[in-house]
């Protein structure tokens, strides 16, 4: 629960995570997707595009509250919890 939300980049627009069959569902977009686990910690696999997966990390603050998520190597902050 503590990931889901609305994160927004200035210039890309947002990224919308939810939950969705147990799993973490990313929309970004039209786009949409329930992710699969990634190898790392705090990590996400989403393939928005049809075989282009792309990693997801979460970023916790000092008090393990999750406020940054990056995709594609943009920093997404989050401005709105559901």
């Known amino acids: 629960d503590s990931y889901v939300g609305k994160y927004h980049h200035e210039l890309l627009g947002d990224i919308d995570v939810d939950i969705e069959n147990n799993a973490l569902a990313v929309s970004f977009g039209n786009l949409h997707v329930v992710s699969t686990p990634y190898t ?7 393939e928005l595009i ?7 990390s979460f970023k916790p603050d000092d008090q393990n509250k999750i406020n940054i998520l990056t995709f594609d190597n943009n920093e997404y902050k989050k401005v709105k919890e559901y």
């Open 50 to 56: 049809p075989g282009q997966g792309k990693v997801v």
């Open 40 to 46: 790392q910690k705090e990590t996400i696999r989403v």
